[in-house]
């Protein structure tokens, strides 16, 4: 009797195991329709650690991050800045060629805004807000901005605010294209 019940535990266990390793192991017990096929129904219930022939979903498409680096510094570019509600609005024209501003540009720091598009053209493509990131509650003044154009054969039509931490730090990126205004800096 001792020896049958040995033997039993010993077949169980291997079995056990079998059914554990990654291809059933072969010749442990064949699963249910029900745990491998990927049409169950709702009513059917699976264990956690069922394993299926069915792949994993593929995580949800995320915006591409804009690269960042050295560009050709070419550009041409509107920018509009207000600093507040009650003034007038900044308008600027940036024209960089190489890099370096053409004559064309009207902006008060010309030569910072060209030296920051080609060190980092996609500063003024920035990659849209995921949903779920935090921003500090903080507010950096009134200011907005406006930039549209060209930088290197890629057109740009950006905004930019002071109305919290996220904000903030998009516009202190872009300072020396979007100029001093109000006070920003």
Excluded at 146 to 173: A, M, Q, Y
């Amino acid at each position: 009797m001792r020896k049958a019940w040995i033997h039993a535990l010993v077949l169980v266990s291997v079995a056990g195991l079998a059914a554990c390793s990654p291809g059933g192991g072969g010749g442990g017990p064949t699963p249910s329709p029900s745990a491998t096929s990927s049409t169950a129904g709702p009513t059917a219930t699976q264990s956690p650690d069922t394993e299926t022939t069915v792949p994993a979903p593929s995580p949800p498409p995320t915006a591409a991050p804009s690269t960042s680096g050295p560009g050709k510094g070419n550009a041409e570019l509107a920018i509009m800045v207000k600093p507040s509600e009650s003034e007038a609005a900044l308008n600027y024209t940036l024209v960089c060629k190489d890099g370096v501003p053409t004559a064309e540009s009207s902006h008060p720091s010309a030569a910072a805004a060209c030296t920051t598009l080609k060190e980092n053209p996609a500063v003024l493509s920035p990659a849209p807000r995921a949903t779920d990131q935090a921003c500090t509650q903080q507010y950096g003044g009134p200011q907005e901005a406006t930039v549209t154009g060209i930088v290197d054969d890629t057109p740009v039509d950006s905004s930019f605010g002071r109305k919290d931490g996220c904000e903030i730090g998009l516009w202190n990126s872009a300072k020396d294209i979007l100029g001093s205004a109000g006070g920003a800096s």
